[in-house]
């Protein structure tokens, strides 16, 4: 019996949170690899098309942020899709950045990534928070 929709949800969900918790958060590309599926199409404007993309912008944001975290609040899945919102602090004591990441994936793998970034001000007009 073919798994259900909120089965591979579920597994999807898992592997995109695995490679935020071994790739991503860490900036270490060692282990990326094996995320990835037999293309992977980069829809940021801040890296290339493939692994060879993403390599390179951890290269760089390793080096010019070498303290930067990052706090994942929610994580969302719709079938092949998995949405990640995410507090990004590029230097300690700054406010940061709020980060939607989505990510598509194929039989458990990921193939395409979009992402929405968006400062997080040091005012608002109201008393909620960007999360």
Do not use: C
């Amino acid at each position: 019996m073919p798994p259900t929709k909120s089965e591979i949800e579920a597994l999807n969900k898992r592997v995109v949170l695995e490679f935020f918790e071994k790739v991503l958060i860490p900036m270490d590309f060692t282990l990326a690899p094996q995320f990835f599926g037999a293309y992977y199409k980069q829809h940021s404007p801040l890296a290339t098309d493939g692994p060879e993309g993403l390599h390179a912008f951890l290269d760089r944001v390793r080096v010019e942020s070498p303290n930067a975290k990052t706090y994942i609040k929610r994580v969302f899945a719709d079938g092949d899709h998995v949405i990640v919102h995410s507090h990004v602090i590029i230097y300690p004591g700054t406010p940061g950045i709020a980060v939607v990441d989505i990510i598509r994936l194929e039989n458990g793998k990921l193939v395409e990534h979009w992402e929405v970034t968006q400062p997080v001000p040091t005012e608002m007009l109201h008393s909620n928070t960007m999360f």
